[in-house]
């Protein structure tokens, strides 16, 4: 060990302590809620409650999901990574938001689009006679989850890409006469091994715990997944029997994905780390068929969604055909009257909070990689991503309820609790990437701890804590489930206006605040994602 | 790489601490003048059209609305209970079935307002009484010929594949429905069974059936008689057809809480809710009060409706939900 690693122990240990309480605080208290009423029903209760027909078949079904989902979408996520980050810089800057588009756009928005575009009476079937068969059923719940879910593998890939190692490999493979192919399987993939598990730990609790898009597309076919089974109880909730049984449902969702999860998280512990090269990406040949294929993908799962959404909040009525004699902005007249101004202010407040603190958190937290503390940490950081936003809030609100019942901050720690996950990964898989020696060389060299930090360790970091708060700020920005249980007199957010106009059932309102909720986020990755591309 | 913990450790509680500082505190009650916290279910305009009838009515005072949605508003009222008590003074639900439950678990006191005549009978519980009809009708299609009649035309072949329901599990709207025909004679579950065999399909909210009759994506449905009258006054191509053999009518319950911080203000909220001027309110926002003398929105004539036995169905409802999705669950 280096002179640098003795002043560090003692620190670092008080790091240690300190990230555990605030684990403790943020996600095992609230989980500690939700463990105390599932087993009030007792051990039978319990076994009663997940032995029931209807949740076993939304187990079974939860899983299948989830695992085609992470099937599909992190190939695909770290194809396109490959693809994007390997052309020219000025290419990259303008496919980057593309590829994000599909995360850009919240998830119920982007159900509710592929309804419109592509379902019966939607888009396609008025004007070519085509609707998209399977959409209202597990095909369609596929099709739009990994839709959202390939962005997201995207950027963990990417932000694993940025500090990686292979481009000197990847050009001797090559100049020893090794084919693309052969380069990919044996240099690019095995370096990737880190960013792909995690994209895939992720991916997989984000699909466990999606909720509008089976609610929207499995509902009309009587496709339970166990989100939705917990808000059907949550509706009857009222009656204590099926209180306790939607908690143990949420808790089985935790279990699932620690099984899911966990393995992948004490092998990523296991995995060595290599040596950095920051040198500039190559540049691929084939630039202009990934720029065909990144507008394709876009423009059909994102695009004309999107357009759908945007024509029926300008629409009068529904039903009308959308042409400008029944165009109207009456409908986001609508959607701004009464709260929505400072709900709107409310949301982009609590969002920017979290993409400040979510990064911070995810840093501390990989920061504890190799010590052991650290994945039990991590796991149960993934944990409360994975409880569903109704079943955590109430976990959440059992918690803290007594001080902070009614104020934004009580909303703010729901986020953290949820949302922690999202600043560790990218920064789990940037960090190990990067390696020890430059940070020994500098404290050897007499750099203090603070300047090792800000001119050592940051600024490769800097791609994935940005992808880190990017993450922190969309999911916040757009959390509904959580904000509309937990807000109080003054803290209503953007989302208990959605929520609200959507009860009102006003479609073409609901459109009008879909536009809003989705707006300010495009306009702020079409400014902040081409800037990240000149790092 | 183990030297950024305290530096990073530093800057996340700086952040922290500036969290902390820019929310929002509790507001402080005033003495004199009525302050309550109301949680309902009850649409956004209604509540607000409502209350500030109440704050005119009461000058100075201050209602705190928590409004959610009949789930969400199950989970704040669940988590409360496990962190201190109940904090509201009023309940103002959509439907009887989880009132019912909340006085059940003794979270209600006996209903508060000694004189408030003219509500129906059927509107009238020990805890809680209703405030306004919602009734479930059928949408249709504009030019669907024939139109249907009544309740029992949707098993005819002539909807075959064309009728769009709510789904009961979400919301308790929609559950009356289910609830009225599993008790009503010549319907039951088989009415379902029915339905399902002549390709009635469902979809999730109440709302969302007008907007697939309207769009075209089915032909007939079944939904609450306001979102067919606003469709409609914004050139939605739908009809509402009142069927003959009766609306399924439901009553929208207030309740006082038993453990109420403000009980004056909250028995002084609960009877303006059932004075003329609050029921007026009510029949401005699209619902039918309770109030008899009160005119509400149109109806055909000799409209007549339904209910169903709310008493019988009270703890039965995910029971009936299960026999519901054995038939049109996947």
């Known amino acids: ?535 | 790489m183990r030297n950024i913990g305290p530096a990073a450790v530093l800057a996340a509680a700086v952040l922290l601490a500036a969290g902390c500082a820019g929310s929002s505190g509790t507001p402080a009650a005033t003495a004199s003048a009525p302050a309550l916290t109301l949680y309902t279910s009850v649409t956004q305009n209604t509540v607000d059209a409502v209350v500030a009838g109440f704050a005119a009515a009461h000058p100075g005072a201050k209602v705190d609305v928590f409004r959610a949605t009949t789930g969400s508003l199950n989970a704040r009222i669940a988590a409360d209970q496990r962190s201190g008590g109940l904090k509201a003074d009023v309940i103002w639900g959509t439907d009887p079935l989880s009132m019912q439950s909340y006085a059940d678990q003794h979270l209600l006191r006996a209903w508060p307002v000694p004189n408030a005549s003219g509500v129906a009978a059927a509107a009238q519980a020990r805890y809680f009484w209703g405030t306004r009809w919602l009734y479930l009708v059928l949408v249709t299609a504009r030019g669907l010929n024939p139109a249907p009649r009544s309740w029992s035309d949707l098993t005819d072949p002539a909807y075959r594949g064309v009728v769009a329901l709510p789904d009961p599990a979400a919301a308790g709207s929609a559950f009356a429905a289910l609830g009225y025909f599993s008790q009503a004679p010549g319907f039951g579950l088989d009415f379902y069974k029915r339905l399902k065999a002549n390709g009635a399909t469902q979809v999730s909210t109440v709302p969302e059936v007008v907007t697939a009759v309207a769009q075209g994506r089915a032909k007939v449905g079944l939904t609450l008689d306001s979102e067919v009258r606003s469709a409609t006054a914004k050139g939605s191509p739908v009809n509402l057809v009142w069927p003959a053999d009766g609306a399924i009518s439901l009553y929208s319950p207030i309740a006082q809480v038993a453990t109420a911080p403000h009980a004056a203000a909250a028995t002084a909220f609960c009877e303006y809710v059932l004075s003329a001027d609050a029921q007026r309110r009510i029949a401005q926002t699209g619902w039918q009060p309770i109030l008899p003398g009160i005119p509400g929105p149109p109806q055909p004539s000799g409209a007549t409706s339904v209910s169903p036995d709310w008493t019988a169905l009270f703890g039965r409802q995910r029971q009936l939900l299960q026999q519901y999705q054995a038939i049109f669950g996947a």
């Open chain 1, 1 to 535: 060990m280096t002179a640098s690693a003795v002043p560090a122990r003692r620190p670092g240990a008080a790091a240690v302590v300190l990230i555990a309480a605030l684990v403790g605080l943020l996600v095992v208290l609230p989980l500690a809620g939700l463990v105390r009423v599932a087993a009030g029903g007792g051990l039978a209760g319990i076994a009663r409650a997940l032995a029931a027909p209807q949740s076993v078949r939304a187990t079974v079904h939860t899983i299948a999901l989830a695992a085609v989902v992470t099937a599909l979408a992190v190939p695909g996520g770290a194809a396109l990574a490959l693809g994007v980050e390997r052309q020219e810089p000025r290419r990259r800057r303008v496919l980057r938001p593309v590829v994000a588009s599909g995360l850009i756009v919240p998830e119920f928005v982007l159900g509710f689009g592929w309804t419109q575009a592509y379902g019966p009476a939607g888009l396609t079937d008025r004007l070519a006679g085509i609707p998209l068969p399977g959409l209202y059923g597990p095909a369609g719940i596929v099709l739009v989850l990994a839709t959202h879910a390939v962005p997201l593998a995207y950027l963990v890939v990417t932000a694993g890409l940025a500090v990686r190692a292979d481009v000197d490999l990847h050009r001797a493979a090559r100049a020893s006469g090794a084919g693309r192919w052969a380069a990919l399987r044996t240099i690019t993939l095995p370096l990737l091994r880190v960013p792909l598990l995690a994209a895939s730990a992720l991916v997989f609790a984000s699909v466990v715990n999606s909720f509008a898009v089976p609610q929207l597309l499995g509902t009309p076919a009587g496709f339970a997944t166990m989100s939705t089974l917990v808000y059907q109880d949550l509706n009857l909730s009222a009656d204590p029997a099926a209180f306790t049984d939607l908690t143990v449902v949420a808790l089985a969702m935790v279990l699932l994905v620690l099984v899911a999860v966990a393995p992948a998280e004490v092998w990523l512990g296991a995995v060595r780390t290599r040596p950095p090269n920051l040198d500039p990406p190559v540049p691929a040949g084939s630039g202009r068929l990934v720029t065909a294929a990144v507008w394709a993908f876009a423009t059909l799962t994102v695009g004309l969604p999107v357009l759908a959404v945007l024509l029926a909040a300008l629409t009068r009525a529904p039903g009308l055909a959308s042409v400008p004699a029944n165009w109207t902005l009456a409908n986001f007249a609508d959607a701004f009257a009464g709260e929505t101004g400072a709900a709107l202010a409310r949301s982009l407040w609590l969002a920017a909070a979290a993409a400040l603190l979510v990064p911070a958190l995810g840093g501390l937290l990989a920061g504890l990689r190799g010590r052991l503390a650290g994945r039990p940490l991590a796991v149960a950081v993934t944990l409360s991503y994975a409880v569903p936003g109704s079943a955590l809030a109430v976990g959440v609100a059992i918690g803290y309820g007594r001080w902070l019942a009614g104020t934004a901050l009580i909303i703010l720690v729901a986020y953290l609790a949820k949302f922690w996950i999202l600043g560790y990964l990218p920064v789990r898989a940037a960090l190990d990437r990067l390696s020890a020696e430059p940070v020994r060389a500098a404290r050897v060299s007499g750099a203090g701890p603070a300047t090792t930090l800000a001119t050592v360790v940051l600024p490769p970091l800097r791609t994935a804590l940005a992808s880190a708060a990017a993450l922190a700020f969309l999911f916040a920005f757009h959390e509904l489930t959580m904000s509309s249980i937990l807000y109080g007199p003054g803290s209503q957010t953007l989302a208990v206006v959605v929520l609200n106009q959507r009860e009102l059932g006003n479609i073409g309102t609901t459109s009008a605040l879909a536009v809003v909720l989705t707006v300010p986020v495009c306009l702020a990755a079409a400014v902040l994602l081409p800037r990240r591309g000149r790092t």
